[in-house]
């Protein structure tokens, strides 16, 4: 990555950058709000096994589910198809899962009478005579979960305090000041795209994806600020002042941060392509912190640390000639 990414100058343009995406996500929330997915809805799920797919069944047994919607006086918001996968080996189970919502106020006798006309139409249906097909009714109510919100951002706080000590004592007050402002940049930036993107999310989602980007920015920034230290005992680095330094060490370290990240997206993507509807509504959106993490940790973090060492490397100085010179007083007297 070129140099000037990691100058001083360019760290204006990083926090203008994101001050920009803040703002109009400050605007958007202020006006809409977060796109926060229905707080209770009616949802029946339809499971098949491979004959269906083998045998390409499957728009019948669509054509079965609306006839059956119709008969019952109700209509679907939306549908879903997946493969099903256990979540204890994270493999395919065989089974496609088929979920279509319902509102709140749809009638549980007309949900109940549709789930039955779709048994009776499966059994009575010669062509499903060998295949395995599921029928289940839910009522789905997401609770705001008060209480869990406050005792994690209570665990989210203490862990950031301890992160920041951590990197105080271990790399430098610079590195722990680096990382504060890049803990609230990004659970702050995080939150205006969430707003912005208007990506669906469950209530309580917006601040424990904050919290998340905050945690992921410091992870990266210490695996950073760890290189770092590494290469600053090379005596190569003597000669470079800390600008220079700092931006030398982050041209040979960012495919550490690739590496890290990559593969977590990757994963994060492919779950959230095969798991189920509540497990895609945390998986998918969670790429928001990652990225946000990625960005701050590559160009923001370097840009704002690279002026803050400079001035800690001036105070040393200072303080290493004062107690210096009052040393050689002593020993004169």
């Known amino acids: 990555m070129s140099k000037r990414m990691y100058s001083p100058k360019a760290m204006w343009l990083w926090i203008a950058l994101s001050t920009i995406v803040i703002i109009a996500g400050v605007v958007l929330y202020a006006l809409f709000g977060f796109n926060v997915s229905a707080s209770e809805y009616r949802t029946i799920e339809v499971g098949y096994d491979s004959v269906v797919s083998i045998e390409k069944l499957e728009e019948d047994l669509r054509s079965h589910c609306e006839k059956s919607f119709a008969s019952a006086g109700i209509s679907q918001n939306s549908e879903q198809s997946y493969y099903e996968v256990d979540v204890n080996y994270l493999q395919d189970t065989g089974t496609t899962l088929v979920t279509y919502f319902f509102s709140a106020d749809t009638p549980e006798a007309g949900i109940r ?18 295949a395995d097909v599921t029928v ?6 997401n609770e705001p979960m008060y209480e869990a919100i406050w005792r994690g951002a209570i665990g989210v706080a203490v862990g950031v305090v301890v992160a920041l000590v951590y990197i105080g004592f271990r790399f430098g007050w610079d590195g722990a ?6 803990g609230v940049h990004d659970a702050l930036l995080t939150l205006a795209l969430l707003a912005i ?7 309580y989602a917006p ?13 990266l920034w210490m695996i950073r600020k760890a290189k770092m230290r590494e290469d600053f005992k090379d005596p190569a680095y003597s000669a470079l002042s800390a600008e220079e330094a700092v931006e030398e060490s982050c041209r040979n370290s960012y495919k550490t941060v690739l590496c890290f990240a990559v593969p977590l997206a990757v994963a994060l993507i492919v779950l959230g392509a095969v798991a189920t509807a509540g497990v895609r509504m ?9 990225a946000v993490s990625v960005y701050s940790s590559l160009l923001l973090a370097p840009a ?3 002026p803050l060492k400079a001035k800690f490397d001036r105070f040393k100085t200072r303080h290493k000639r004062y107690f210096g010179k009052k040393k050689a007083a002593a020993e004169e007297e």
């Open 113 to 130: 009478s549709a789930v039955s006309a779709i048994e009776s139409a499966v059994a009575s249906d010669a062509k499903f005579a060998n």
């Open 136 to 141: 289940e009714y839910r009522n789905v109510k």
């Open 177 to 182: 000041i680096t990382g504060l402002i890049v």
């Open 197 to 203: 993107t208007r990506i669906p999310v469950y209530a």
């Open 207 to 219: 601040l424990l994806f904050a919290a998340v980007a905050a945690m992921l920015g410091l992870l």
């Open 282 to 290: 945390f998986m998918l959106p969670a790429l928001i912190p990652l």
């Open 304 to 306: 704002v640390y690279a």
